[in-house]
């Protein structure tokens, strides 16, 4: 027996058991985490959205870099009609992806600082601020991408005209979503691929009812991301212990003397690399300029002047490395010689005894 059903009837039963993923690009950035979030390869952006992963709710990813009816305001299926479909309450559940920081409209009197689609009711531009306001309290998870969206980035330092924020400055560091998740908070300038792409993975188990409450630090950060420093992972680690450190760039040593913030950011980047585990700023040359920390980058700048705190540590361990590297050289000298009993001749010197 075949049934006919009304087209809005059809729609509610395709999308029965979606999750839908809103990701509002509105904000004052650079587009530059979504471009990230394309070299994910640990899961792909294709394996989220193609379902490739077991156990993985259906989702509809509605997302201004890949959807080609994207406008948002024309098109085929009108783009921004799933932002006002989750203001009706007619998504159910979805997740709030905010790219970007969040501009202070309240200290002008006239114009906007940024803005997402149109307001059918004004037919003038909805202001991103107002979005968050709409659908924050209606959202499963929020989740804030790139360092401007968590902490207010570039676009918030010191005399920006804007009053730039980040998202939990927005809503509130203790605020929750409906089903009691706190903003999750990825931070990157951009985003690394991979810690994005592993963190909407757990939240889209979590929604599915398959993965605990997501561990976060007291930034909102992924605390399996996020726990370690640049330092305990960078692959010149060894010489800063040693007191040896680098004069130029190009020296495969450390680089906190040219500025390197490593020893006290919090970020997975030179031990998990930038694409399939290739790359990373320390990796590759670069310093850290401490892109993850919420105090970016007003903290951290002059970036490529050695930071203050570490004139102490490196004296000392300039002091420490000297005698240990002395001390190690001797142990290495006498490792680098062969034992004396491996040599041609009729003798067997090995200290060998026959027991029968």
Same mark, same amino acid.
């Given at each position: 027996m075949s049934t006919t059903l009304e087209p809005d009837q059809a729609q509610q039963e395709t999308d029965?058991?979606?999750?839908?993923?809103?990701?509002?690009n509105g904000g004052l950035s650079c587009d530059g985490d979504s471009v990230a979030l394309t070299a994910a390869t640990q899961p792909s952006i294709e394996e989220i959205v193609l379902g490739a992963l077991p156990g993985l709710p259906r989702i509809a990813?509605?997302?201004?870099?890949?959807?080609?009816?994207?406008?948002?305001?024309?098109?085929?299926?009108?783009?921004?009609?799933?932002?006002?479909?989750?203001?009706?309450?007619?998504?159910?559940?979805?997740?709030?992806?905010?790219?970007?920081?969040? @501009?202070?409209?309240?200290?002008? =009197?006239?114009? $906007?600082?940024?803005?997402?689609?149109?307001?059918? #009711?004004?037919?003038? /531009?909805?202001?991103?601020s107002e979005w968050l306001d709409r659908l924050a309290p209606k959202a499963t998870a929020v989740v804030a991408?790139?360092?401007?969206?968590?902490?207010?980035?570039?676009?918030?330092?010191?005399?920006?005209?804007?009053?730039?924020?980040?998202?939990?400055?927005?809503?509130?560091?203790s605020w929750k979503s409906k089903a009691g998740l706190p903003i999750v908070c990825v931070p990157g300038c951009p985003i690394h @691929?991979?810690?994005?792409?592993? =963190?909407?993975? $757990?939240?889209?188990?979590?929604?599915?009812?398959? #993965?605990?409450?997501? /561990?976060?630090?007291?930034?909102?950060?992924?605390?399996?991301?996020?726990?370690?420093?640049?330092?305990?992972?960078?692959?010149?680690?060894?010489?800063?212990?040693?007191?040896?450190?680098?004069?130029?760039?190009?020296?495969?040593?450390?680089?906190?003397?040219l500025g390197c913030w490593g020893p006290v950011v919090n970020c997975n980047v030179p031990k998990r690399g930038w694409i399939n585990g290739v790359g990373g700023c320390p990796n590759v040359g670069g310093?850290?300029?401490?892109?993850?920390?919420?105090?970016?980058?007003?903290?951290?700048m002059p970036f490529m002047d050695e930071p203050p705190g570490s004139k102490i540590s490196t004296t000392a361990s300039m002091v420490y490395g000297t005698v240990?590297?002395?001390?190690?050289?001797?142990?290495?000298?006498?490792?680098?010689?062969?034992p004396k009993w491996r040599r041609k001749g009729s003798d067997l010197a090995t200290g060998y005894e026959k027991v029968w």
């Open positions: 029965e058991g979606v999750v839908h993923i809103l990701w509002m990813v509605h997302w201004p870099l890949i959807d080609f009816e994207c406008g948002p305001e024309t098109g085929a299926d009108n783009f921004i009609e799933w932002w006002h479909k989750a203001d009706r309450g007619e998504l159910e559940p979805f997740v709030l992806v905010v790219e970007g920081s969040i @501009p202070n409209e309240a200290i002008k =009197t006239e114009g $906007y600082w940024a803005a997402f689609g149109n307001n059918p #009711a004004t037919g003038q /531009p909805m202001k991103t991408v790139g360092t401007c969206a968590t902490y207010g980035g570039i676009h918030a330092m010191a005399g920006n005209p804007t009053g730039a924020m980040g998202v939990p400055d927005y809503l509130g560091w @691929p991979d810690n994005l792409s592993e =963190t909407l993975v $757990y939240l889209l188990y979590q929604v599915a009812g398959q #993965a605990p409450m997501i /561990p976060l630090d007291a930034e909102l950060r992924p605390q399996w991301l996020f726990g370690r420093t640049v330092h305990e992972g960078c692959d010149r680690a060894g010489y800063y212990e040693q007191g040896d450190f680098a004069k130029e760039y190009g020296s495969p040593k450390c680089l906190v003397k310093i850290c300029i401490a892109c993850t920390m919420p105090g970016f980058p007003d903290k951290f240990i590297r002395r001390l190690r050289k001797i142990t290495q000298n006498t490792s680098n010689k062969e």
